[in-house]
Structure formats: structure tokens, C-alpha cells
């Protein structure tokens, strides 16, 4: 169901270009958010275990994406943290 899912959002994609601070960019940045969030799921349904480098690289994507929707947040703050070692207890 995943994978259908994420194969039906990327047919919504605008296939000309878009430019920053429009509506169509916006539209684009809500798809592409969805997008890294399919990824996610895909890669946690998939396989024994989680790639650690691909979790990280989906969630840095999605905060930074969430910063520009809330400037006023702390996604990019949260976003940096991923840079540091993770300790697993």
C-alpha cells in the first residue's frame, strides 16, 4: 500500500519548472514532504532493520522542508542535531 501510495504522489508532480515563492512551489515543497515521509515508511516496512544513514537523511530532509512552512520553529535547530552521534541505550 506504500508503494502505491508513493508511486500515485510522484504522479502529482508538476513536470514544468516552478520557481521559489510561488504557489506551484509551495505545492511542490507539500508534495515533497509527503514524499520523504512515504520514504520513510518504506524504508521502516523493509528489509530486518532500519539503514541508520537513510533514516537520518529522510528525517534532516523533512525538517528542513518543515522549517520553510514554520520559519518560527526550531526544525532547522532540530534538523542540525542530526549531525551528532546518536546514542543508542
Known sequence: ?????????ESFYPEEAVYKNTPEWIEKRRLLLADLA??????????E?????KLKHHLFAILKISKEFFPEENYGEAALQLDKPVEIR
Open 1 to 9: 500500500m506504500v508503494d502505491d501510495a508513493h508511486a500515485k504522489l
Open 38 to 47: 512515504l520514504h520513510l515508511a518504506q524504508d521502516a516496512l523493509k528489509g
Open 49 to 53: 532493520t532500519i539503514n541508520q544513514e
